[in-house]
């Protein structure tokens, strides 16, 4: 599931970047494989410019390798600091490609979902999301040590105490309320 969904992210972001599709284009039935941690994503370029599954069975062009740690970077949006981690290996011209796109391709959340929430509704969504994944990718940076950490304080009632969390879910409800009375607006017109 989780090669599934990397695939299907990276090929949004490609599906939004022309250039990006081009340049990767040039590459059409090269093979990579992005090693972070004990995490694999093997990919084959299609003739779209865009990346599909391949199967074990097929030899890599290109070996990315990234330490664990890395992750923390990649959830935390953080992608300009990974060139001095990552470890390349194989066809240096389709090592280049890639390194360029890791370099530049960003998800714009906040532009995806203001065509369903608003402008604004979709900003704040994209802050609340990039906060959690810039906590996720702390815990992921510290290792297990911060996993340890987070469990820790998540068994003893989290950052938040009963008060401050049911403050929050009746705003999420509320925020959910008036999401579905958007939603209804919208169906009418």
């Not at 599934?4 to 590459?27: C, D, I, M």
């Amino acid at each position: 599931m989780f090669k599934r969904s990397a695939l299907a992210f990276l090929n949004h972001l490609l599906g939004q970047q022309s250039w990006a599709r081009k340049r990767l284009g040039e590459h059409v039935g090269e093979v990579a494989i992005l090693h972070c941690g004990l995490l694999a994503l093997r990919f084959q370029v299609t003739a779209e410019g865009l990346v599909s599954e391949v199967g074990h069975e097929v030899e890599a062009d290109v070996e990315l390798r990234l330490p664990a740690s890395a992750l923390g970077d990649i959830l935390g949006g953080r992608l300009d600091d990974l060139s001095r981690h990552v470890e390349v290996g194989g066809n240096a011209r389709f090592a280049e490609t890639l390194s360029l796109l890791l370099g530049h391709l960003r998800p714009d959340l906040g532009a995806a979902l203001s065509p369903m929430l608003g402008d604004a509704l979709a900003h704040r969504t994209e802050l609340v999301v990039g906060g959690a994944l810039s906590q996720t990718a702390e815990i992921f940076k510290r290792g297990p040590a911060g996993l340890a950490e987070f469990l820790r304080e998540e068994r003893q009632g989290g950052p938040l105490g009963q008060a401050e969390f049911q403050v929050f879910r009746q705003e999420l409800d509320t925020l959910g309320q008036r999401l579905a009375q958007l939603e209804a607006r919208l169906h009418k017109h």
